[in-house]
């Protein structure tokens, strides 16, 4: 048994960097054991690592990156955890809605894991390319203020551990891999808005996010677990730059001076249910429920909430200084139509990863 798993099973010891390097090495080379990758993943996803190990994994792997030469300064980036109840797909209208308002914005993602329908598949749906290097992310975030990278920001080891687990489905134990997912994608932002549904793992990634000093990470969590801030309960956000968390009461966000009549709207008619951020009802088509909900036809909590998420892209990312302010330019991009025809305006032109 590789001195890996040892150490995972017994909890007396981190796994340091080294050791964490030995194990890539033998899955690279298909030295592992027949098992070792499905009792790696098992304990992993059953208990989160303790800080030095996770921190160990973490810079295991992106050692063994090709050195990222990329700056995306002034550019945020929107990624979750997964997991939680099921809803649309917010964090991607969030980030388009933020581009349309003028956020230099990367969305990463992946295929759904826990949902129906997960932010690569919706892009294929849309017509919406993901792109292959960082110089075409850079290229299409100077043509449209967006881009949605590919699979390659993510390190080569997480495609051969799902390799090694066949026929079990990672979907099955690989809870981990999407819990430490937005840590995993080399990309270099200025700010990252990192939404958490599992609000037991914050401390872990909290302590993560705190070795972190390139880029501003804000963890996102509320009591529904959904992996978006949400317009319509409390919601925690973790900073990881030694300020306070921020905290945004229900009742409080958008509500300051010069708050919009929709706003107002839209605090009063919210009431905590997460019926109205449910995916595209059966028989609904996915991308006529998304593309509503951009054209400002969707549900209150639906709006409210997306407009939320893309404010709060705003802020991190430091474009607009206040929730109130940036919460009405969200709300300006939806009801002008501006995030509508950004997607269009994508979906005329894919920049396709190959």
Known sequence: MHEVLRALIRRDRAVDQELWGS????????????GESVALLSSLSTRMPDRDTLVAMLRSLDERRPAVTA?????????????????????????????????RVVKTGSRAYTSTCGSHDLLDRLGIGRTASYERTEAQLERFGIAFPGN???????ALLARSIVPMDLRMIGGFINSVGPFLAAMPVSAQLVGVSDRSMLPALGQVAATVADRRIWLCSNELGIDELVGSVDN?????????????PAEAVGSGPGATTATATATATATGTIAELRPAAEGEDVVDHFLGVLSGAGKALATRTVCLNAAALAVASGLIDGWPEAIRAAEDALRSGAARDLVDRLRARPARAR
Do not use: C, H, K
């Open 71 to 103: 700056r995306l300064d002034g550019t945020a980036n929107i990624v979750g955890t997964g997991g939680g109840p099921a809803t649309f797909n917010i964090s991607t209208a969030a980030a388009l809605l933020a581009a349309a308002l003028g956020v």
């Open 236 to 248: 925690l956000v973790l900073t990881n730059d030694g300020t306070d968390a921020i905290r945004l």
């Open 152 to 158: 390659f920001v993510y390190p080569r080891e997480v």
């Open 23 to 34: 194990f890539w090495d033998q899955l690279r080379d298909g030295a592992l054991r027949p």
